[in-house]
C-alpha cells in the first residue's frame, strides 16, 4: 500500500510539473502569438506537446489554427487556401474529438462549421450545419450558440430558405440585442427583403444594422452599399451620372463588380484578369489562359470561367482549379453566389450546369430547347440570362423550371447583370444601348452607352450600392455611374 | 468615715465610666495642636516592646484599667496608664481617654498636682473637654478652670450668609451658632460659599479671651429664574444646555404657574440665555447679571412665551395611498396639498404598504416651505457608516440611505455573512466599505443585491440614475437617403409622412439626415409631439404635428453586475409602489434574471407582467418570453403554448417599434419540434 501511495503522488506530481511547464510555454507562445512572430506556431504546438491532455491544450490548438487566419463568421470564407483549410480543420478536429469537454470546444466546434463551408473540395454543409444546431441546442446564452444559430440561418439564407433564414435572424435580434450576431441578422434581414422586392423594409433593417455600429467595416460598407441601392429601388431610380471613367487594360470582354464600385475586369485576348479598386487602381492581377468570364460574390470570392473549367482566384494572385468542365462540355460564362455555388453555360448556351462546393465538374440543372443563354446573373432567387436567340430575358429557377422575364424591347442582347435589388440591365442594340427592368420584366429605362462616351460596351455589371459599370473593348473604357 | 469614703469611691467609679464616655462622644477633637515635650508628663515609658507584647489590645488595657479604677487598685491603675499614655501605638481618641482616666485617678487619690497636668495634656488635645463638674472634686474642677483659663479663648463667628462654611486651622467647623473654645495663639480662619468669593484670614486668641468675629462673604454669582410658556422649554445658557423648564404645583389656588427653571449661582456678567423647543420658535435673552448686596434675592426674569413654528411642506408625487411621514409619525396620506412639520431637522418618509418609498432628512426651516418630490428609489443598507461618504454623494442622492449596525469582524466579501444580515428594514441594496481597499486608494466596496442574491466589488460610483422603463416612439423608421426617408410607418393616421416621405425640417429646424433628425425626435419626446414638415412621394410639401407613442421599453442589458443589481433594485421599487411602468420594470427584472440563468424567477416575474394584446410591446412579448424561459426549464408544453401564442401575436420587443417576436417564436417553435 505505501509503495502505492508514493507512485500516485510521483504521478501527481509530474502531471503538476507537466502542466506548469505547459503553462509556462502558452505563456510565451501567446506573446509571440501577439507579436505575429513566425515562432508563434511552433511554440503552441510545443504546449501541447508538453501536456497533450492538459487544460491548456485546447487553447493551444485553437490559438495555433487562428494563426491560420480562421474566418469568423461564414460571410467571410473563401480567402483562404486549401492547405491552410485543411491545416485548421485538422487542428480544430483534434480539439473535437480529444478534448471535447475543453473550455474552447464550443468555439472550436464553430469554427470548424465554418471551415466546412469553405468552397473547396471539403465542403460539407450538411455537416457544418449539424455541428452548429448542436452547438445551438445545447441552450447555452455564449457568444458560440449565438453564432451558431447566425451561421444556421445564413446557411437557410443561401439555400433560399427565407422564411428559416427570417425567423431565425429575428430571434437573434430579440434574443442577444446589441450583439455582432443580431447586428449581421439585422443586415441579412435587409438582404432577404431586398431580395423579395420590400425595398423599403430592406432599407429600414440595413439602418438599423448600420446605427447598430455592431458591423465590421467591410459589412457596413456592404450594407450601406445594400441600403442605398434598397432606395433607389424603392424610388424607381437608376442612376446613371458618371463617376469614373478609365482606360482599364487592353481589349477587355467583360467585367464583374466588386463590392460597391470594383471591378473584375477581362481581358481574354491578354490572358489576364485584374482587379481595380473604387479609383480604377489596380489591386491584383491573375494570368488566366483565355479567360471567358469573371465572377465575384459579395463577399469576395473571385472565379475565372475558362473553356475548360472555373478557376479559383486567390487573393495571393494565384489560380486554384475550382472544377473542371468535365463531361458538361466546354464552358462559356457563369455566375457564383456567396455559399460557392458557380453555375456555368455550355459552350453554346444551351445547357446550364451547377458546380456546388467541393464538386469537381458541373451537374447539368437545365436546357432549354430553342434558347441560347449569355450572361448569366444570380439574383439570390434565380439565375437570370439573355436568350440571345430569342431576344429575351429569362429566368431559371432552383427547381429547373424556367420563364421568360423580358419579351419584348430588345435589339440583339449581349450581355445582362442582375443589381442586389433584383433589377436587370440589358446591353443590347449591339452594345450601344442599356435598358433596365424590374424583377418582374417591366421596364425602368434605358441608357445610352453614348453617354458613357463609348460607342459599343461588351459588357457591364452592377456594384453593390446598384451603380452600373461598362466595359468597351476597343477603347479599354471601364466606365462607372455613380 | 469609711462608709462616706465607701460611697465617695462608688460615685467615682461611675464618674469615671461616665467620664470617658463623655470625651468620646461630647468633645471631638478640634485642635491637633502637638503638646510640646516639656509639656509631657515626666513618666517612665516601659520597653516599647512590653506594650507590644502584652496579649490585649489597648480596648482591653484600657478596660482593664477602668476594672482596676472600680475595684480602688489605683496604684496599679496608675502604672498601668503611665506607659500606656505615651505609647505611640495609641490613636489620639485611645490616649485623650488615658489622660482622662489618669486625671481622675489623680484627682481620686488627691493628687490635683498630676491632676491639673492632666487637665493641661487633655485641653491642648480638647479645647472644649470639660470634666463633668457635678462628679469632680470642687479642687480638681477649679485647678481645671485654672488651667482652662490660662490656655482656652473663646470665638463666636457671625458668618454673612449664615450657611457658610467656616474652616479653623484646615478642619471644618459643623457648628458655628455657639462660641467656639480654641487654643490661644494665631489660627487660620477660611470662610466660603458657592457663589461667594471665599475669605480667608489669621486670627490671634489670647487665653481666656472671648472675641465676636463677624465674616461677610462677598457674592460673585447669583441664582436666576427662568420662566417660560409652554413647558419642557430646553434652556441653553452661553451655548451649553443646562436643563429644561417645568410646572411647579399650584400655587395658592392662583391657578398654573409658568414652567420654570432655577439656575444657582449663575456667575455676575453678560449671558445670552436661549429658550428651544419643539415647534416652536426660540427666544433668546441676552443680560448682565449682577448683584446687589442689600437685595440677594434669585433674579427673576418676566416668563418668556415661546409661540408656535412650523414650516409647510408640499409633497409632490408618490403613489396614492402613500403615508406621509414626519420623524416616524403618519402626518397625511398622499396625495395631499399642504403638511405643517415642525422645524429642525426631519425624517421625512412615504410609507406605502409598510415600505419605505422615500427617505430624506431635512433640515426645515421656519417660514421656508418645502416642496418635496416624492419619488420612490431603492433602500440601501449601508453597513457600518451614518452616512455616504462624499465619494458616493451621487449614490446617495438617488437612494434612501438606511444605516446598518453589523458585527464590525464580520467579512462582507462572502455572500453568506449578507444572507444571514438581520434588518428590520427591507433593502433593495447593500453597501459595506471594503476593509482590503489599498491605501491611497479610492475606497472600494462591497455591493449586495438581495433581489439577485449577487455580490459585487464597488470601485467607483455605479450608474444610479432611475432607468426609464418607458420610452417614446414615433412610428417612423427612416433612412439616410439625401435626407431622412420614411420607409415604414406604423402610424397611417393622416396628417403623418407616408412611406416615401422625405423630412426636411423638425421643429423648425432643417435635418440633413437621420441623426439629426433623430437628435430633433429625442428632445420633442418629453412633449410627446413635433411639428415636422415633409416632401411627399408625389413631390409636394407637408407639414403636420406628428405625435410620439409612450410605451415601454426593455432594456439592453449592460454588463453584468452592478448595472444588474441597481436595475433589479429600481424594478422592485417600481413594482412595489404600483407605479405605472411597474410592469415595464418588471419585465426589465425579469430579462436580468434570463439573462442571469435564473430562468424559474424569470418565469415567475414575466407572469407578474399585465400587458394587453397590442401592437408592439404587449401580450405577445411576455408569451416571447414566457417561452423562452419555460423552454430554458424543459417545460416544453408549457413553452409551446406561450410561443404559439408569441407566434400569432404582432407583438415586439426591445420598444414599439422594435422587432417583432412572433419570427423568434416560430424559430423557437421550430427547435421545439413544431411546425
Known sequence: ?482 | MNHLRAIGWVALLFCLFLGTAHVAAQDPPQDPVEPSEEDMPSTDVPPQDSVESAPATTRELLDSIREDLVELRFEKALAALAPLVTSPVLTEEERVEAMVLRSQTHAALGDFKSAEEDYRQILMRRPGWVPDRSLTPKKAMDRFEKVRDALIGRVRFALDPADATLWIDGREQVDTLEPLPLLAGRHTIRAARRGHDPVEQTLEVAAGENIELSIELIPNARTVILRTEPEDVEVWLDGRSVGRTARVEEFLGLGQAPAQLVLEDVPLGEHTFEFRAECRRAEKIVDALNIDLLDRAPKRYDTVRLAESYVLLTPVGGPGGAEFRVDGRTVATLPTETVQACPGERELQAVFADRVLWSERRTLVEGVPQTLEIRARPNLALVGLDRLPRELEALAATVNVFPLDADSNADFSQDSTWNALDTVQPFDLALAPDPDSPRRAAQSWWLYSPVLHSLDHLEGVPGVEKPEWRTATWGLTLVDAGGPLVVESLDSTPGRPDVGSRVLKAAGVPVADVSALREQLTAAAAQGAIELEWTKPDGGTATGRVLATVGPWLRELGPRGIDDAFRAAWAVVAADSQASDAPAALANLALVFSARGEHALAVRTWQRVDWPERDGIGAGTVAYYLGRELQALGRDEEAVEALRRAASSRARTGTDDGPPVAPAARDRLADLGQR
Open chain 1, 1 to 482: 500500500m505505501p509503495a502505492i501511495a508514493i507512485a500516485a503522488v510521483s504521478a501527481g506530481g509530474a502531471a503538476s510539473a507537466q502542466s506548469s511547464d505547459a503553462e509556462a510555454q502558452y505563456r510565451v507562445a501567446r506573446r509571440l502569438a501577439a507579436e505575429g512572430s513566425a515562432g508563434a506556431g511552433e511554440a503552441l504546438d510545443r504546449v501541447v506537446a508538453l501536456d497533450p491532455r492538459g487544460p491548456l491544450a485546447d487553447d493551444a490548438l485553437l490559438d495555433r489554427a487562428l494563426l491560420v487566419g480562421l474566418p469568423r463568421w461564414p460571410e467571410q470564407r473563401g480567402r483562404l487556401a486549401a492547405p491552410r483549410i485543411s491545416e485548421a480543420r485538422t487542428l480544430l478536429s483534434r480539439i473535437l474529438k480529444d478534448l471535447p469537454t475543453g473550455d474552447r470546444a464550443e468555439e472550436a466546434a464553430y469554427r470548424q462549421a465554418v471551415l466546412l463551408l469553405e468552397p473547396i473540395f471539403s465542403f460539407d454543409d450538411e455537416e457544418a450545419r449539424l455541428l452548429w444546431l448542436a452547438l445551438a441546442a445545447a441552450g447555452t446564452n455564449s457568444e458560440w450558440a449565438s453564432s451558431a444559430r447566425y451561421g444556421l440561418a445564413w446557411l437557410a439564407e443561401q439555400r433560399g430558405e427565407f422564411g428559416r433564414a427570417t425567423d431565425a435572424y429575428q430571434r437573434l435580434r430579440v434574443d442577444t440585442p446589441n450583439s455582432e450576431a443580431s447586428a449581421r441578422a439585422t443586415a441579412a434581414i435587409g438582404r432577404i427583403r431586398l431580395r423579395q422586392g420590400g425595398f423599403p423594409a430592406a432599407a429600414a433593417r440595413f439602418q438599423d444594422a448600420l446605427d447598430s455600429g455592431a458591423l465590421d467595416d467591410l459589412l457596413a460598407a456592404q450594407t450601406r452599399a445594400l441600403r442605398d441601392v434598397a432606395v433607389d429601388a424603392f424610388q424607381s431610380r437608376i442612376e446613371t451620372a458618371e463617376a469614373l471613367h478609365i482606360t482599364a487594360g487592353t481589349r477587355p470582354t467583360g467585367v464583374a463588380a466588386v463590392g460597391a464600385a470594383g471591378a473584375l475586369i477581362v481581358q481574354r485576348k491578354v490572358g489576364l484578369v485584374i482587379e481595380l479598386d473604387a479609383g480604377g487602381a489596380v489591386v491584383n492581377r491573375w494570368t488566366v489562359d483565355q479567360p471567358l468570364a469573371a465572377l465575384a460574390t459579395p463577399n469576395g470570392l473571385r472565379f475565372a470561367v475558362t473553356a475548360n473549367g472555373v478557376l479559383r482566384l486567390e487573393p495571393d494572385g494565384g489560380t486554384e482549379s475550382h472544377a473542371t468542365a468535365g463531361a458538361f462540355g466546354a464552358l462559356s460564362s457563369g455566375v457564383a453566389d456567396d455559399l460557392g455555388r458557380v453555375w456555368v453555360l455550355d459552350r453554346r448556351g444551351e445547357r446550364l450546369g451547377l458546380i456546388e462546393p467541393g464538386s469537381m465538374e458541373p451537374a447539368p440543372v437545365w436546357s432549354g430547347g430553342g434558347a441560347r443563354l449569355a450572361t448569366p446573373a444570380w439574383d439570390g432567387n434565380r439565375l437570370v440570362a439573355v436568350d440571345t436567340r430569342n431576344k429575351s430575358v429569362l429566368a431559371v429557377y432552383p427547381d429547373s423550371s424556367s420563364q421568360p422575364v423580358v419579351t419584348l424591347g430588345l435589339d440583339r442582347p449581349g450581355a445582362l447583370a442582375v443589381d442586389p435589388a433584383g433589377r436587370i440591365g440589358v446591353l443590347h442594340a449591339r452594345g450601344t444601348l442599356v435598358s433596365f427592368f424590374d424583377a418582374d420584366g417591366k421596364a425602368l429605362g434605358r441608357f445610352s452607352v453614348e453617354g458613357a462616351g463609348m460607342q459599343r460596351a461588351v459588357d457591364l455589371a452592377f456594384g453593390l450600392d446598384g451603380a452600373l459599370q461598362l466595359i468597351e473593348e476597343g477603347s479599354g473604357l471601364w466606365w462607372r455611374a455613380r
